[in-house]
């Protein structure tokens, strides 16, 4: 099966068409990051750190090691040592000590429940992007299209943490990971299916994908559109399929489900995982220019989201003290109860993605050999 | 460093004699004489190379820019000198390709000799290694005098270093600094049957051959049979075309031939508008040309095709790249994939391929008039003349004009001004035909609200689009006949002259009547009488003038 820009029963053709035939359009994600609402009181602010309805109380700010192993019980003498540049730079120094913040001097990046927790700012203001995903208006944010009970409490969580916060496509985090993907860490792939009009179809399907082929940068350094990416079949925990129906370009998922994609990978600071969205939706948009963008929302499981951040390296970079974000997550955890414990195990998230219009190919695809594409009729290729 | 200084010196005088009337080039330019002096191209340059020393040998340098005459690099070699500092560059590059052939891996390989090895000079492995390594770059064998001199030059170096391996390194560069490397030197010399005939002696017709048809120097059975005089006969002739040709290193000189024809080199100068065509890459501009060569070299060499069809044929070649900017899947079974353009995408021969929709565009647009003026160089050989200098272009560049609304309407109104109507004429109507592509080749039915009119007339027939263009391309009998001037000048260095039409007359007759393959065209060529004719004045005999000579037609040995 070839899956393009657009091939409609089998044919390709560009430009949407009004048919009731099979038709297939694939997107290779340019960009995918957390849906943060920044929202600064100055609305040309620019600066993550710049106060804001979201972030009233600032953002997080740099840790402060010596307090924290000094509030557990180290003595204030070893602990200054810990800052001797001679002692930090002897070879063998392990700033594994940086971990032995416990109460009784455990590691924290595995027992985060031992450390003391500390002020970590969170979102304050009302306004967030995502779904509602419990059903209940009252719950959760206003969104910010005006759609009352949006559950994003990942975002109230992350949202101040200045690593993370800022406007579409500017965070630091979100330039860290993308800048991975587009240096061929990972690819993730959107295959849109239907059987009527790729417009306006009550039945598609949206399919998230891996693909081993890396995405190439264009001339104004973004991802390059209508390049071909194989499908890799062999990491399922990255693949998912989404019922959807299409209405005037909306992309809008049937029923909440389980939604499984890659968005990261590969690089230390955020290695390869998937994101697993329970009870997840969508919703995107195809744009006039062929693009698709939009959101993605569900309740992805919380400790996952600690257990990457659970170093010393992202707490210095990102500025995040890892056992109060472990405390703070679990708080805030509003979805998939432990059937046993009742804690809740997933938390209300949203991501925002883009893409761009690409070819899938699938193993069939390349086993077939033929090699060339055959012309067709009606402006198409087998 | 001081070394490098000396020898660098050393090749400088040496080229310098050479190229001057001292003793030593008295003895090169003397009678009969040279017939004519090319300077090897880049691609010529790094062939020999890698057929010399080796595939592996990296080539790191920058090489003295060519200039085109009539269409083609080829033509203007013959009227290329080096420059002082281009000539330190090829000095450079030779040193760095000799020293990683005799470097400490390779060098007992590359030597075939074992000298002492206490480093002491020898003499004997010496000779051998500079015999056998100065045959294939100087395409002919070294002479007594060239030999005392790279050997007393290698001696010294021995002597001095105690390295035997740089010494020959040291002498092998300064060998490839020396004109007879740099410069495909033809001679003539006195036909054995007829003093008062010239003709080109065996080497540099078994250069002329190699150049031809591989795109590099001769190899050892080609200046074997140079050596043994059988490349004079039309049987031993005819023996290495067939050897030559129906080698898949025949591609290679295809390759590089039309290389040269469709300039491909001006890809180097070619940008676009980043806002407008942000697939335009590197990668795409090579690839693109890839494509065209690998459709010519597939059609012509493996499918044995008409050539005319390359203005016909939707097959192309495809890989990642330019399946992105065709708009089309790339199925990731091989690199190259073969694809056939579909009927929609309009596309018909090499003319709508990227690389000349691309190549003859301007950065931002495409441009009607510049592919016109293209086509009718590349293809017809009819050269255009620069517009006037007063040339009012304001009507094109007026996007604004509520009348004019399309490229094609301008160009057209610009064309009635009687100083423009002349060309524009002529070139509009072959470029309007692919205005239903960019300036990167990607297909477009619209400019900006419009349909894209691509329906012409020329000299009174109608058509439309690539299609139709590339029909009238394919029945035109100019078109055939101009590529037979191009693989003439091509082969021989010179444009055809008032003389060369009795022969290019009767290649054209041989290409058309059996069916425009390349390889009949080639073999006509090379077996006409007068392929190998040296452009050179006959040689006065004594007591004779050189007008006084019937006839410098060289006689083929056993004629038959």
Redesign the interface.
């Known amino acids: 099966m070839?899956?393009?820009?657009l091939s409609v029963g089998g044919l390709?053709v560009?430009g949407f068409a009004s048919t009731a035939m099979a038709w297939t359009k694939a997107y290779v994600v340019e960009w995918v990051e957390p849906a943060v609402y920044f929202d600064p009181f100055d609305p040309e602010a620019i600066s993550a750190a710049s106060p804001g309805r979201d972030c009233p109380a600032g953002v997080t700010k740099d840790l402060d090691y010596p307090k924290q192993l000094i509030d557990v019980g180290h003595d204030s003498e070893s602990v200054q040592k810990l800052y001797d540049p001679e002692v930090r730079n002897a070879p063998g120094f392990d700033r594994a000590v940086f971990a032995k913040r416990g109460r009784n001097g455990e590691d924290v990046y595995r027992e985060p429940w031992t450390a003391i927790e500390y002020p970590f700012p969170q979102v304050e203001g009302k306004l967030s992007y995502g779904f509602d995903l419990d059903d209940d208006p009252a719950t959760g944010f206003t969104g910010v299209d005006g759609t009352p009970g949006v559950n994003n409490a990942y975002y109230k969580v992350m949202g101040c943490i200045g690593h993370y916060r800022g406007h579409p496509r500017t965070a630091d985090g979100a330039k860290y990971s993308n800048e991975s993907m587009h240096n061929g860490s990972f690819t993730l792939l959107l295959v849109l299916e239907g059987k009527q009009d790729p417009m306006n179809d009550p039945a598609a399907t949206l399919s998230f994908h891996t693909s081993p082929?890396k995405l190439?940068r264009?001339?104004?350094g973004?991802i390059?559109?209508?390049?071909?990416f194989?499908i890799d079949d062999s990491h399922p925990e990255f693949q998912s399929k989404v019922p959807v129906t299409i209405k005037n370009g909306v992309v809008d998922s049937i029923e909440p489900q389980r939604i499984a994609l890659q968005v990261s990978g590969g690089r230390r600071l955020y290695p390869a995982r998937p994101l697993v969205l329970h009870r997840g939706r969508l919703r995107l948009e195809l744009t006039e220019d062929g693009r698709l963008e939009g959101l993605l929302g569900g309740y992805q499981p919380w400790e996952p989201i600690w257990r990457v951040r659970a170093n010393y390296i992202i707490e210095v970079v990102a500025k995040i003290d890892s056992p109060s974000l472990w405390y703070a997550l679990k708080r805030n955890a509003d979805g998939i109860p432990d059937p046993e414990t009742g804690q809740m195990t997933a938390i209300s998230s949203a991501f925002r993605l883009w893409a761009v219009p690409a070819?899938s190919?699938t193993a069939v695809?390349?086993a077939?050999?033929?090699?060339?594409?055959?012309?067709?009729?009606?402006?198409?290729?087998e | 460093m001081k070394l490098a200084w000396s020898t660098a010196t050393r090749a400088l005088l040496s080229t310098a004699c050479l190229l001057t009337a001292c003793a030593d080039a008295d003895r090169v330019i003397g009678d009969p004489g040279i017939a004519s002096m090319r300077r090897l191209t880049e691609s010529e340059y790094r062939h020999t190379v890698a057929d010399i020393f080796g595939q592996e040998i990296e080539i790191r340098g920058r090489f003295e820019p060519d200039v085109r005459e009539h269409g083609l690099n080829a033509l203007g070699t013959a009227n290329l000198t080096i420059t002082p500092s281009g000539f330190e560059q090829y000095y450079a590059i030779a040193a760095s390709v000799t020293s990683q052939a005799f470097d400490e891996a390779r060098a007992a390989s590359a030597l075939g000799c074992s000298p002492p090895a206490d480093g002491a000079f020898d003499a004997n492995c010496a000779t051998r290694v500079l015999e056998r390594y100065g045959r294939r770059l100087l395409r002919r064998p070294l002479d007594d005098a060239e030999l005392a001199t790279y050997l007393k030059l290698a001696g010294e170096t021995v002597d001095t270093f105690g390295d035997f391996a740089y010494g020959m390194r040291q002498a092998l560069a300064v060998m490839m600094t020396s004109p007879d490397f740099l410069f495909r030197i033809e001679r003539a010399e006195r036909h054995p049957d007829d003093p008062r005939a010239i003709r080109l002696d065996a080497y540099s017709k078994a250069t002329r051959l190699a150049f031809l048809l591989w795109n590099t120097t001769p190899d050892d059975a080609l200046l074997s049979a140079a050596e043994s005089g059988v490349l004079h006969t039309e049987a031993g002739l005819r023996e290495q075309l067939e050897r030559l040709t129906t080698s898949p290193r025949l591609s290679d000189g295809v390759r590089a031939l039309f290389r040269d024809i469709l300039q491909l080199d001006q890809f180097s100068n070619v940008t676009?508008d980043?806002?407008l065509?942000?697939?335009?890459?590197q990668v795409v501009a090579s690839s693109a040309q890839e494509e065209t060569l690998r459709t010519i070299v597939h059609h012509l060499l493996t499918q044995d095709g008409d050539y005319r069809e390359l203005f016909t044929t939707?097959?192309t070649f495809i890989d990642?790249?330019l399946?992105?900017?065709y708009?089309?899947?790339?199925?990731?079974?091989?690199e190259w994939?073969?694809?056939?353009?579909?009927?929609?995408?309009e596309r018909a021969g090499i003319v709508s391929q990227i690389s000349f929709l691309t190549l003859h565009s301007h950065p931002g647009e495409s441009s009607p008039t510049k592919r016109g003026v293209a086509i009718n160089e590349i293809f017809r050989c009819e050269e255009t003349p620069d517009p006037p200098a007063n040339v009012d272009f304001s009507i094109i560049q007026d996007t604004e004009n509520p009348e004019l609304t399309t490229r094609r309407k301008r160009l057209l109104a610009h064309s009635e001004d009687p100083s423009c109507a002349g060309c524009h004429k002529k070139l509009d109507p072959l470029g309007l035909p692919l205005d239903r592509f960019d300036a990167l080749g990607q297909h477009r039915r619209l400019e900006g609200s419009e349909p894209i009119d691509v329906s012409l007339e020329l000299e009174g027939v109608g058509y439309e689009g690539a299609t139709g263009l590339g029909s009238a391309l394919a029945n035109d009998p100019q078109v055939s006949h101009c590529f037979v001037d191009h693989v003439y000048g091509y082969a021989t260095g010179s444009w055809a002259e008032t003389g060369d039409q009795e022969m290019i007359e009767e290649v054209y007759s041989s290409f058309s009547e059996r069916g425009h393959r390349l390889r009949a065209l080639l073999s006509a060529l090379i077996t006409h009488p007068d392929f190998f004719r040296p452009n050179v004045p006959a040689p006065a005999s004594r007591g004779e003038t050189t007008a006084s000579l019937t006839s410098n037609r060289e006689p083929l040995e056993n004629p038959k």
């Open positions: 070839i899956r393009g820009p390709l560009f082929d190439v264009d001339a104004l973004g390059a559109s209508d390049y071909s194989r070819f190919i695809d390349v077939s050999g033929q090699g060339a594409a055959h012309a067709a009729p009606d402006g198409g290729v | 676009k980043a806002s065509y942000p697939k335009f890459s939707n097959e990642r790249s399946a992105a900017v708009r089309t899947r790339y199925r990731f079974d091989e994939s073969r694809y056939t353009f579909p009927d929609s995408e």
